[in-house]
């Protein structure tokens, strides 16, 4: 079992910044990959970003590859995302997840195939 706690959304004007922080706890958070998803009112949940277990292969949206950077820290259980030149559209609540993976660079980008999710953290971009 995994807990993951979300923290660090807020309301930001566009153009602007936020960091994204998920806190795992429980059972080797270390040894799940990591990913990063949004959900906006009335869409689907969106796939943003998924980071390996070593942090060593990472993944993008293509609607975000170039504005946000997700990274880990193991020794802190932590993952975190960067998110640069906010639009409107990226108003949403954000998801971090953890998939089991038996290889340091797996990577997940489908979100059935994560076995655990946080509350989320809403982030809303004023334009």
């Known amino acids: 079992q995994v807990q993951l706690i979300e923290s660090g959304g807020g309301l930001v004007q566009a153009g602007g910044s936020l960091r994204l922080s998920c806190a795992a706890s429980?059972?080797?958070?270390?040894?799940?990959?990591m990913g990063w998803f949004r959900q906006a009112p009335g869409m689907e949940r969106e796939f943003l970003a998924t980071?390996?277990?070593?942090?060593?292969?990472?993944r993008y949206a293509d609607s975000v590859k170039i504005r946000f950077t997700i990274s880990r820290d193991n020794a802190k259980n932590s993952v975190y995302l960067q998110m640069n030149s906010l639009k409107p559209e990226d108003t949403a609540v954000y998801y971090c997840?953890?998939?089991?993976?038996?290889?340091?660079?797996?990577?997940?980008?489908?979100?059935?195939?994560?076995?655990?999710w946080g509350q989320g953290t809403q982030v809303t971009v004023s334009s």
């Open positions: 997840a953890a998939v089991a993976a038996a290889l340091r660079n797996t990577i997940q980008e489908v979100p059935r195939m994560y076995n655990y």
């Open positions: 429980g059972r080797a958070p270390s040894n799940y990959a």
């Open positions: 980071i390996s277990r070593n942090g060593g292969t990472t």
